[in-house]
């Protein structure tokens, strides 16, 4: 399917890959909006160059900060939907509000939460190269995590094996009804 066609009945239009730093989002979202054959969207990318220098230096975002970012990514995702184009949007998503506010739980959005211990998490941060966000913050985003609810219907899926493999279980879980 080329990332202009509609998605299929069983093939959600939005899947929002979500879970905090180092869980894996780009990597797992780049290689499922790949083999699905539609666009990926790193929510980090629309993140404000203030927001940016923030996180920088350490410093975990409020809500207020984070309130027009979220707002983009929900443009983005109500585009999508009414274009009936398919994407994939890795973003961290940490609380329910956020996750509600960009349109979690309305049809046509599905979400998948990238689940693993923190130790495992920080050593893949303390691993990558270039992105801003330091190894410090993961305790903060640990804490702020609040986990999908049964109502949120997200597929959980643990971080442990290979991307591969993590993306072959979530098209598994996307194609049950």
């Given at each position: 399917?080329?990332?202009?066609?509609?998605?299929?009945?069983?093939?959600?239009?939005?899947?929002?890959?979500?879970?905090?730093?180092?869980?894996?989002?780009?990597?797992v979202g780049k290689?499922?909006?790949?083999?699905?054959?539609?666009e990926f969207f790193d929510a980090d990318a629309f993140h404000s160059p203030e927001n940016v220098a923030i996180m920088r230096q350490g410093?975990?975002?409020?809500?207020?900060?984070?309130?027009?970012?979220?707002?983009?990514?929900?443009?983005?995702?109500n585009t999508a939907i009414a274009d009936r184009r398919g994407i994939v949007l890795a973003c961290s998503a940490l609380k329910r509000y956020y996750r509600s506010r960009l349109g979690v739980g309305k049809p046509h959005v599905r979400l998948v939460h990238l689940d693993g211990p923190e130790d495992l998490l920080r050593e893949r941060i303390e691993q990558r190269t270039g992105h801003f966000m330091p190894a410090s913050l993961l305790a903060?985003?640990?804490?702020?995590?609040?986990?999908?609810?049964?109502?949120?219907?997200?597929?959980i899926i643990d971080i442990a094996p290979p991307?591969?493999?993590?993306?072959?279980?979530?098209?598994?879980?996307?194609?049950?009804?």
């Open positions: 399917m080329s990332p202009s066609q509609a998605p299929t009945a069983s093939q959600p239009d939005v899947i929002v890959i979500m879970g905090v730093a180092g869980c894996g989002k780009t990597a290689l499922l909006a790949e083999q699905l054959g539609i410093i975990p975002l409020d809500d207020e900060k984070r309130g027009p970012w979220l707002d983009t990514l929900a443009g983005l995702i903060s985003q640990c804490a702020l995590l609040e986990r999908p609810t049964v109502d949120e219907a997200a597929i991307p591969e493999t993590i993306v072959r279980g979530i098209r598994a879980a996307l194609s049950q009804p």
